[in-house]
């Protein structure tokens, strides 16, 4: 019995693992971090200039923390790193990884394009309309491309690489396809 998944497909209760999607969007979420950070060495998504208070540090301030507790570092091999930025950095990516993994429990179609699309309504959301409206970032018509290019084509790369660890991880820990997907149809490996 083949059955297809649309926009409209909600799971059957019985088949979803919340527990599990806690656990897998957590780990997800470090990595994907970790993904987003080496995405931004061969493409900066700031100039030099913009990067001196970045848009983590920029809404720390915002948020009422000084200058200095913002830019305050830690040093590994000699790099002194911004780690208010990583706070910011990592809980972003935890957050929506976690609730990425535990929506896909419910509502499959978020898992549009391997994740892909969540990516770019998330930068859209974040860079184009969130982050410019609160002054943390110029307008978007302000911004270098170079800067869209990074922040739209990272926040793909980001998504793509939750939910290849949530799938990955999620089909592991319970030893069953994805909620959709009817038991009958799985292929015993």
Known sequence: MASSCTLKTITDPVRRRLGTAVLVGLIAGIFSAIVKFGWEIPFPPRTPERNATNPPQALWEMLGMSHETSHAT?????????????????????????????????????????????????????HVVIMPAMGIVPAPWNQPFGEHFSESFGHIVWMWSIEIVRRDLRNRITHEPDAEVPLERASVR
């Open 74 to 126: 830690y040093s590994y091999l000699g790099n002194e790193l911004p780690y208010w930025s990583f706070v910011i950095h990592f809980g972003f990516a935890i957050f929506f990884a976690i609730a990425y993994c535990v929506i896909a429990e419910y509502w499959p179609a978020i898992k549009l394009w391997q994740g892909a699309a969540v990516g770019i309504v998330l930068y859209i959301a974040f």
